[in-house]
Nanobody, 120 residues
Framework: QVQLVESGGGLVQPGGSLRLSCAAS????????MSWYRQAPGKERELVAT????????NYADSVKGRFTISRDNDKNSVYLQMNSLQPEDTAVYYC?????????????WGNGTLVTVSS
């Protein structure tokens, strides 16, 4: 069965760093684009960063460009989000997402999320 398990969240002071990890199983990880989304209290879920299945291309929300880095290890079936210079507005539940879309099919999987709290 498909599983996406996030880890690495926690409480961090403004200006600090965290590294989120997402361990995937139950599907062919190397064929899926992977993304991190986040949802702050009272707000809609938003896309933070995406990495293609090969890891060659990445994309970031304007709000995190230059501070966050998404990466993946297809040998370990894992995707990561390095978050630097964290600010209180980065406080949210962060979700791992796996997506594969073809002409006649689409697969979209979600993890349960990990909470990141940025506060002094």
């Amino acid at each position: 069965q498909v599983q996406l398990v996030e880890s690495g969240g926690g409480l961090v002071q403004p200006g600090g760093s965290l590294r989120l990890s997402c361990a995937a199983s139950g599907f062919t990880f190397s064929t899926y684009a992977m993304s991190w989304y986040r949802q702050a209290p009272g707000k809609e879920r938003e896309l933070v960063a995406t990495i293609t299945n090969t890891g060659v291309s990445t994309n970031y929300a304007d709000s995190v460009k230059g501070r966050f880095t998404i990466s993946r290890d297809n040998d370990k079936n894992s995707v990561y989000l390095q978050m630097n210079s964290l600010q209180p507005e980065d406080t949210a539940v962060y979700y791992c997402n796996a997506k594969r879309v073809g002409r006649y099919y689409g697969f979209n999987y979600w993890g349960n999320g990990t909470l990141v709290t940025v506060s002094s």
